[in-house]
């Protein structure tokens, strides 16, 4: 498996308070992502960073925002957690390495409740 | 529009019977394509990937151009194989490096 740590694995939050999220990996991969997984949706990108400092928005990136200071961490932070964001929350890394031989791992996955 | 469509929510067979998990797409390029495979409350692992046609757990998945399809196969279902198969593709742009997932397919094989 892959080097990929999330942390807190599991969270209970109430409404309105600041949640982060963190992924850390020791494969030095330049692509981070995190995804949230609903029944019914599937996987749903919410940002995702190409290097230190250099992130981007996803398909659901509102109520979301991400910060990428080393390379080997990813945190995301819920800046005032509403219901509706209850889900498991994936974090991801790949590396362009080559036609054939790209890859995205995945990390265990945080379990958050907003109550 | 890039696209993967997995068409069956729920696929239940018995054990021992092939299994078919549909896989169709919309690309415009060259697709560079994925099974990944879910079980209960896990991470999600890569299972195949088109371009290296292995077979892996006894699975395999042949890219279809014409059909713009990566079906996932199994000739003889397993129980221990009941878990949720995503389907994707990569989208490379620049720095703009993506999973386009299916909704995913939640097999169960019965006994």
């Known amino acids: 498996d892959a080097g990929i740590t999330q942390s807190p694995r599991h969270k209970v939050t109430e409404t309105g308070t600041p949640v982060t999220l963190r992924c850390h990996q020791t494969e030095n991969h330049r692509y981070m992502y995190w995804y949230r997984q609903d029944p019914g949706h599937g996987l749903r990108l919410i940002h995702y960073?190409?290097?230190?400092?250099?992130?981007d928005k996803g398909e659901v990136s509102d109520g979301y925002s991400v910060s990428r200071s080393k390379t080997e961490d990813f945190l995301l932070t819920l800046e005032s957690a509403t219901s509706s964001q209850t889900s498991v929350y994936f974090c991801?890394?790949?590396?362009?390495?080559?036609?054939?031989?790209?890859?995205?791992?995945f990390g265990e996955g945080s379990w958050l409740t907003v109550v | 529009a890039q696209r993967v469509t997995q068409p069956e929510k729920l696929l239940s067979v018995f054990k021992g019977a092939p299994v078919e998990l549909k896989c169709n797409y919309s690309?415009?390029?060259?697709?560079?394509l994925f099974w990944y495979v879910q079980y209960s409350r896990q991470r999600l692992q890569l299972l195949l990937r088109h371009i290296s046609r292995e077979s892996i757990k006894g699975f395999t998945a042949d890219l279809n151009k014409g059909e713009t399809s990566f079906h996932l196969k199994k000739p003889f279902a397993q129980e221990e194989d009941s878990a949720m198969y995503y389907c994707?593709?990569?989208?490379?742009?620049?720095?703009?490096?993506?999973?386009?997932w299916g909704l995913g397919t939640s097999l169960a094989v019965n006994p």
């Open positions: 994707a593709l990569i989208r490379n742009a620049g720095n703009n490096r993506k999973l386009i």
């Open positions: 690309y415009s390029g060259s697709p560079e």
């Open positions: 960073s190409y290097g230190v400092k250099d992130t």
């Open positions: 991801a890394i790949s590396e362009l390495v080559g036609t054939g031989r790209n890859t995205i791992y």
